[in-house]
């Protein structure tokens, strides 16, 4: 398949044109749309049957596709890519918009309080569900403690520089005794003096080999069994706030109502969105993923339209984006998300 330049190029003015006004037509309607109903739309005069063939060189180039042998045309998600591409028109965020996401953020008093009013608000704005992938904690490590609870139960404790303190229950190596205990929270102290955890997590492994000499053997899986409950954990799945299923049943006369259960087990899946949606810290701006390319939901009739958003030092830290049916009314969600993104990294930003 040539790219979608190559392809703008064999079209002439009335091709694209045809194709332009299907394509709307289907993001409005949600179905097919015919030659006789597209005479009406044309900037020229021309017969059904000139049009029809136009929609039949279209499909012949992966553009378009009729759902039934008698019926219009919609949409390929190649062409609906195309469309994206090369056609579509993103306006400046609508006035009213704009005053209900300042409005919303306005109104919390937290972060937490932040990311779950702006969830609903996409959601209630855009008529999708909405998908809030929340900051990582990423705060420098102060201190590291193990704390024996019994003798197959210990607590290893993390305490932040900003305050914050996550503590977790784990089985430690058999055999543990204060000795090791200490040897391992003044290991891992030594080396997370202003560390992130996921800084630590990154060398923790290679200081552990390096240092092999330094520390026992039971010290050592103490700090191994302890570290990794880290790493393992459900940390994305708590980091991902989704809002507005119900949005995606408010048009079930005109959608295929299986698919939109399939989108609702995909959206279960929370684990799997919210990697994903770290995919998206390789690069800024607002990208929209249509049916298949985003490689996550299991069909291909839906979209996301999702923006990341950094903090006061430009590092992206989290995720905003509306999901729905590929027909999606981009031309008014992209500066939606787009604005929400920006707002919530300043106001993260502000908050320190």
């Not at 905003?320 to 999606?328: A, H, N």
């Amino acid at each position: 398949m040539s790219d979608g330049s190559e392809i703008f190029g064999e079209m002439n003015a009335r091709s694209r044109e045809v194709f332009r006004l299907v394509v709307e037509s289907y993001l409005e309607t949600g179905g097919p749309i015919g030659s006789r109903t597209l005479t009406r739309s044309l900037s020229e005069k021309v017969s059904a049957a000139t049009i029809r063939n136009v929609m039949q060189d279209l499909e012949h180039m992966g553009l378009l596709d009729s759902p039934h042998v008698s019926a219009g045309r919609i949409p390929t998600q190649h062409g609906l890519r195309m469309f994206v591409d090369g056609l579509l028109e993103v306006g400046d965020l609508q006035s009213d918009d704009r005053k209900k996401i300042d409005a919303t953020v306005g109104e919390a008093s937290d972060v937490n309080s932040l990311l779950d009013r702006v969830g609903s608000a996409l959601s209630g704005m855009t008529h999708g569900a909405s998908l809030v992938l929340a900051p990582k904690h990423e705060a420098p490590i102060k201190h590291i403690e193990f704390v024996s609870l019994a003798p197959d139960r210990a607590l290893v404790v993390l305490v932040f520089a900003d305050g914050n303190v996550e503590n977790r229950v784990f089985t430690p190596p058999v055999g543990q005794t204060p000795s090791s205990l200490r040897e391992a929270a003044n290991f891992l102290n030594a080396l997370a003096e202003g560390r992130t955890l996921s800084e630590l997590r990154q060398t923790i492994g290679q200081e552990i080999r390096n240092r092999r000499q330094e520390i026992d053997t039971l010290a050592r899986e103490l700090v191994e069994s302890g570290f990794a409950l880290w790493d393992n954990d459900d940390d994305s799945y708590e980091r991902l706030i989704v809002r507005g299923r119900s949005n995606l049943l408010d048009d079930a006369e005109s959608v295929d109502l299986e698919r939109i259960r399939s989108l609702f087990d995909d959206l279960e899946r929370k684990r799997d969105i919210a990697e994903f949606l770290e995919l998206t810290e390789e690069g800024e701006g607002v990208r929209i993923f249509i049916g298949s390319e985003n490689k996550l939901f299991s069909l291909s009739g839906s979209s996301l339209v999702v923006s990341p958003y950094m903090n006061s030092d430009r590092k992206i830290i989290g995720a905003v984006g509306v999901i729905g049916p590929t027909r999606l009314n981009y031309g008014r969600i992209v500066p939606i998300v787009d604005y929400t993104a920006q707002l919530v990294g300043k106001l993260i930003s502000d908050q320190g």
